[in-house]
Every structure is written in C-alpha cells, then in structure tokens.
C-alpha cells in the first residue's frame, strides 16, 4: 500500500470512530492496583493509609489533616520524612541500587545510563557542595537547567538537606530568572554554561551574568559543564558542578524534616504580571505524586519504562520525571532534545529503543504529530507500549483518535489527565483498564478527590456547565503562595469561602457523571499547555518604548490550543508595520521567552474601554476569533470597534 493510500485510509477510521462516543476499556488490559472509588470512606484516613503504605517515614505521623485554620491545610504534619531519602535510599538500601533510574538520551543521540546507586551517590555530593557553599534547611536555591542529569541531582540535594528549590524552566529569558529569584531571596543558583537546542548552542551562562550580575542576595552561582561554551566566572560567586562535587564528601545522610517542610517553589502565571511563587511542601506533596504515579500509570516498578516528554521545569516534570517515578523506584526515559531533531521520529525511536511501557506527553504535541503523519510513528515498533497518557489542555476527540490509534495500536488505555501547578499531582482521570473512555473528558476524580460544579452563586451544578471548585482539601495541595498569605487566599479562597478551592476553570458534567474541561475563568492562556498571563505579556509589550498600550487576549488555535493575540498601539501617530511585528514579538521573547511571543499582533489607534477606563477583552476576544460582536453598549466610544473591525477586513483582503 502506497503511503497516501494508508494515510487515506487511516483518515477514514478517524473518521468512523468520530461518531464511538464511549470506548470500553481494552479487554487485554488487566489493572495491577486494586482500588474502589466508593469505597474510599472517609478521605482523611483513606490518605493516611496512602502516605502509610507508600512512604517512609522517620516519624510516623499520628496527626492526619490539620483544618482549624483553612484555607491553610496541614497533613501529616506531626510526622517527619525526607524526600530524597524516599526516591534514592530506600530502593538501593532494598537491593535495587543497580536499578535504572533514567535512561538519559542527549540531543545528539548521546546515551548515559543513570542507575539508582549513581544518583544516590552523586546528590550526596551536590548536597555536602550545596552546604559548603552556606546553603542550609529553608533556603532557597535557583535551578536553571536544561533536561540533563544534573537537574534530577539538583532537585534532590536540595531536598536532602532541606532547601527549597525554585526551578524555572530553560525555555525562559534570564530576565524572567532573575526575577524570580528576586522574589525568592535565592541563596544560590544552580545553571549550566551553555543549552543545546536543534543543532545550536545558547549561551546560558553569559545571559545569566548579564542579568543577575548584580543580584546582592544570590551568593553562589554553580554552574555545570555542559557544552563548553565559554562562561566567565566570578572569583568567589561561581563555582563549577564538577569541581564542587570532587572537593564534597560522598556522604550526606538525608535529614528528617517536618512533613510540612517546604519543598519547592514553583513561579506559575496568574491573573496579574506578577507570577505566583505556588508552594509545595514535603509529606503531602509526595503522597500525592507516589499515589497517582502509581495509579493513573498501572505502574509496576520492576517492568515498566516510563516517558513523561515535559519538561522538568513544569510541575509536570517534577511530579511525574523526577518524584513520582522516583519514589515508586521505577524506570524512566528523560530525553534532552525537540521531538522533530534530528528528525520528526525521535520520539518513536526513542520508545523502540528504550521499549517504553507508558508515554505520557501534552495534546499539542500529538496534534503536532498528527500534522506530520503516521509514517514517522509507523517507521518504528511501538508494541511495547501499553498504556498513554495526556495532560495540559483539553485534548480535541480527533486528536485523542489519533493517538489510540497510531501511538497506542487502539490496545493502549488513554488517561486523560485533569491538575495543575497547585494541585501537585493529578486530580481528574480515568482509571486504566476499569473506567470507560469519552474522547475529550478527563471522566471522574481519582478516588480521595472531590471536585464539584457550581454556578456564579457558589450553589452545586449535577449535570450542565459551572465552575470547577474542589470542596475538601487534599494532600498534594499548594499551602500557599510564597511570602504571600494574603494573594494565596484572595486567589483561591475568597470566592465561595476558605473551604473551597476555585481552581479558574470551567467545566460540564454529563448524565453519565463525566467531566469536560473547558477552559480557564481568568486571565490565563494555555499554549501548547503551557500556562501564560495575559498581563504578563501586556506588560513585557508596553515595556517597549515604541507601545501606549497593549491589551492581550487567546484565540483558538488548531495546532497549540490557544494562541496569543495582541492589539497594540503605539505611540505618536505611528502605524506599525511587519518589522515592528517582528521587533515586538523578539522584545517578549528576550522578556518573558519564546513561548510568549504573541502570534498575532493588531494595530489598533485605540481599545474598546468601558467608561471607567476598563479595557473590554470579551469584545477583542470577539474580534480575534471572528465572531459576532457581543454587547458593545458599556463602551466608551463604539467607534473604537467599527475601526478594528475594519482594519481586520482589510488585513484579510491583503
Ligand atoms: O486549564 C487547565 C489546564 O491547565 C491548567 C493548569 O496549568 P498548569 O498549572 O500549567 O499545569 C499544567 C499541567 C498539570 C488547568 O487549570 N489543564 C491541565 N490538564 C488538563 C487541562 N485542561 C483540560 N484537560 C486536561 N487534562
């Protein structure tokens, strides 16, 4: 059969499965864990049992949930544990030291086998080199990394002696870094001399010096030999990795620390510019991520091989590439690279070679799949695959068709996976091999989670769309918002009260129960599952001397999700023209990074504003996507519209 041949008809399957509404869990697939939704009872002693039977404790809590004070939840919070020692010691301390811990694949095809013993062994270093650099319990670190080994080391020598980590994610501008370790306090800062991307080499180091030269309260700066590209250092501030490791003692015992010990910041966008410092904390937050590893994957340590492709910068990365697989002690995969270099079937290579088990990626990036063509995946034998997994956005029926079919040889159980950076682990998700799948729905909370639907007034929705809030607390939950108590609650708990956490998106139960994720209630775009604030990218735009005023907003996108569409004036009587487009979209990604690179800007003389001066985004959101005006009477000036509207039909005769 020709290859047009098989691609027509494949699209003819899509085609007919469009219209299977409900598919029935694959009949070879056998669950490994036993656990019954309604039988969980009471929540509370339901997590005891999770955080008995899952991890070690040094201190067996007897204290389960702490609720006199919500929205500020404690759990566990007499017990005490560490982290590192729950995903390193205690596998090696059981005979499993040889065991793999990441088979890492680099850029370049290169290959290192990570076992257990080794990353046990080269963390106790960094962590002595972290405490000879002054480096204590609760400070924190910065980790600038690209998805290399060390980043796994850096995060756990952190959390063997009690630093709180504070990753941000490489893809970031060094502006974007330093301003999150200005708002952390960071005591030091872990980073890398160069990053590879697609055959090229950024320069990390210098952008990093560059910015953060004069940061007071960054001590150190340590910085791994990765590609050699040239990186000064500063007599005293920096130190390199390898150097730091070779003067450490090889042996620093993981230190028991209050189950409520901070474990990590992570920066996440928000309705405001200012990105929220979301903290985790060490006894719940490794409860979660152990329980749902376990669960949502079917995971059995001894043979599986899991492939999350986040990256570790994500929550996704660090609940799902480095401490729940950790800590359940299995194998994982941890690629450095693009998913199209070399070439478009690195990923499908990757899984032949590695014979990964369960794959676990973002909708974006199976659209994007999808868009290249089955003849990359099908260069490859992806039978050793048995269940995969998505998370991020919603995920489109065509795509999840795709994917069950081409990537998942329709004998794969999809879980489609609700959470987000504040949930610490997954929330939402059929359970594999038992619930039936709904392309589209991330079908019911996990046993332990109670998500309810409600309308403006808080009141409870059974069937129809509401509001997403979850009405008991959990223990992977943020604990708040980094040196900000009062942002934590005005957040999430102002709306309906201090006991209900509004998550900030919609969704629709059916009849059968099933929840369909809509989308976001604020002011937060989702590209290709990646979290942005449209105030965030308004401010790095008028930032630009050349911009008045800037208002953002998302549009549909078939290939990311959403996109990002800026209206711009700018000052003077200037009208821009496609190299001020190209000039806006570098000045964001030298701000914030590519990602937030609008895809679309619009010139517009003026924006639609309310008469309190209140910039009207349901009526751009309106324009961007070609709709019918909505309600265009509060305004201002209605003028304002009819220009834009004009200037968008002239823009399309072009
Ligand atoms: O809108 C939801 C969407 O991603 C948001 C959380 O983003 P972030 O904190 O960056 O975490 C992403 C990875 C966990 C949510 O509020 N989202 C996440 N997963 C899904 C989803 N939307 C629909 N379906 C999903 N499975």
Not at 7 to 30: C, I, M, Q, S, Y
Not at 201 to 211: C, I, N, Y
Not at 275 to 281: E, Q, R
Not at 561 to 570: D, K, M, N, R
Request: proline share 6%.
């Amino acid at each position: 059969m020709s290859s047009s041949e098989a691609a027509g008809n494949l699209e003819a399957k899509l085609e007919r499965l469009l219209a299977v509404e409900t598919f029935d869990p694959p009949a070879g697939f056998t669950p490994r864990h036993q656990v019954d939704p309604d039988a969980v009872g009471d929540p509370e002693q339901f997590w005891a049992e999770q955080a008995r039977t899952l991890i070690d404790w040094d201190t067996p809590f007897v204290k389960i949930l702490d609720d006199t004070n919500p929205p500020f939840y404690q759990w566990f919070g007499d017990g005490q544990l560490n982290v590192s020692h729950n995903c390193l010691d205690r596998h090696v301390a059981a005979g499993r030291g040889d065991k793999v811990a990441y088979h890492w694949h680099g850029e370049e095809g290169e290959r290192r086998t990570i076992t257990y013993a080794d990353l046990l062994a080269e963390t106790q270093r960094f962590a002595n080199g972290l405490k000879s650099l002054g480096v204590g319990r609760g400070d924190v670190v910065g980790i600038f990394l690209p998805m290399i080994p060390e980043v796994v080391v850096a995060m756990l020598a952190c959390a063997r002696i009690g630093a709180v980590h504070n990753v941000v994610f490489g893809g970031f501008a060094a502006s974007a870094v330093r301003e999150r370790m200005e708002v952390s306090d960071a005591k030091a800062l872990v980073t890398v001399d160069g990053a590879r991307r697609k055959g090229k080499t950024a320069p990390v180091k210098q952008s990093v010096d560059a910015e953060l030269g004069d940061l007071a309260t960054l001590e150190h700066i340590v910085v791994v030999r990765s590609t050699g590209t040239p990186a000064p250092m500063l007599d005293g501030r920096d130190v390199w990795y390898d150097e730091l490791l070779a003067a450490a003692d090889p042996v620093c015992p993981a230190e028991p620390l209050a189950a409520e010990h901070p474990l990590f910041i992570l920066y996440s966008s928000g309705s405001t510019a200012k990105p929220k410092g979301i903290l985790h904390t060490t006894g719940g937050y490794l409860t979660g991520v152990t329980y749902t590893h376990r669960l949502v994957f079917d995971l059995d340590p001894a043979t599986d091989v899991f492939w999350c492709s986040a990256d570790v910068g994500w929550i996704t990365g660090h609940s799902y590439i480095v401490y729940g697989p950790l800590s359940n002690g299995a194998t994982s995969v941890m690629y450095e690279g693009a998913p199209d270099y070399p070439d478009k079937d690195i990923w499908w290579q990757l899984v032949e070679e590695y014979k990964v088990t369960i794959f676990y990626t973002a909708p974006t990036a199976i659209r994007t799949c999808m868009k290249w063509g089955a003849r990359y995946p099908d260069r490859h034998d992806l039978s050793s695959l048995r269940l995969i997994g998505t998370v991020g956005e919603p995920i489109n029926p065509k795509a999840w068709l795709w994917y069950h079919t081409v990537i998942g040889g329709e004998r794969c159980p999809i879980v489609d996976t609700w959470w987000q950076t504040e949930t610490g682990a997954i929330m939402i998700s059929p359970l594999p091999g038992r619930t039936p799948t709904k392309p589209g729905s991330a079908t019911r909370p996990l046993p332990g989670i109670s998500p309810a639907l409600v309308d403006e007034e808080g009141k409870p929705i059974e069937e129809g769309t509401g509001i997403l809030v979850i009405t008991r607390p959990w223990p992977s939950m943020l604990r708040t918002l980094y040196r900000d108590d009062e942002r934590f609650k005005e957040t999430y708990f102002s709306r309906f009260g201090p006991e209900t956490y509004l998550v900030g998106d919609a969704a629709r139960r059916d009849a059968d129960g099933y929840l369909w994720i809509i989308g976001r209630i604020d002011d937060v775009i989702n590209v290709s599952g990646h979290r942005l604030s449209t105030a965030e990218v308004e401010s790095a735009i008028v930032a630009h001397e050349g911009v008045a005023e800037a208002a953002v907003v998302a549009q549909a996108d078939e290939d990311t999700g959403q996109s990002i569409v800026a209206f711009v004036t700018l000052s003077g009587d200037r009208v821009g023209d496609d190299a001020d487009v190209a000039e806006l979209r570098d000045h964001v990604a030298k701000r914030i990074g590519k990602l937030a690179r609008p895809k679309r800007i619009i010139w517009a003389d003026d924006l639609p504003k309310t008469r309190s001066g209140k910039i009207m985004r349901r009526l751009l959101r309106d324009i961007a996507e070609g709709r019918e005006l909505g309600d265009v009477t509060t305004l201002r000036d209605p003028g304002v519209m009819a220009a834009l509207q004009g200037k968008i039909a002239a823009a399309a005769d072009d």
